[in-house]
């Protein structure tokens, strides 16, 4: 991704698609500043330098350190948090799975096993019964 790519939509590559992810303001920060020349002129550069599998570690630990949490993090675990987050805060499953670029439901499935603070609130929308 690079810096011109970048407005409030990230666009990236999920195997042959491409994904539009939305970004807001802590996602913004955490990304940082666009970086300037000598000039005070914006560099047409790329954001992550994730060459290697090291650089991408690299960066995942500095987001961590900066988002303050206190717990490893692989990108494994921060996909997985990351989907079951925004299914914990109402996102529906369709949107999900466009987000993690999957191309059906069937592996977006797997996330809804390690929500069950949603099964417990389909439980609860169910009207009362009057006996």
Not at 20 to 31: R, V
Not at 65 to 86: D, E, G, L, M
């Amino acid at each position: 991704m690079q810096w011109q790519n970048l407005t409030e939509k990230a666009q990236g590559q999920s195997s042959k698609n491409w994904v539009n992810t939305p970004l807001n303001d802590g996602l913004l920060q955490l990304i940082g500043k666009h970086k300037v020349n000598e000039e005070g002129v914006q560099i047409d550069s790329k954001i992550f330098n994730l060459s290697s599998q090291s650089m991408c570690l690299r960066s995942l630990k500095y987001w961590v350190k900066r988002a303050k949490i206190q717990k490893h993090i692989t990108w494994h675990c921060a996909r997985h948090s990351f989907a079951v987050n925004i299914l914990n805060n109402g996102a529906n499953i369709k949107t999900v799975a466009s987000l993690l670029g999957h191309s059906g439901l069937q592996h977006t499935e797997k996330y809804t096993r390690a929500v069950d603070e949603l099964k417990q609130k389909a439980i609860d929308s169910l009207p009362k019964l009057k006996i």
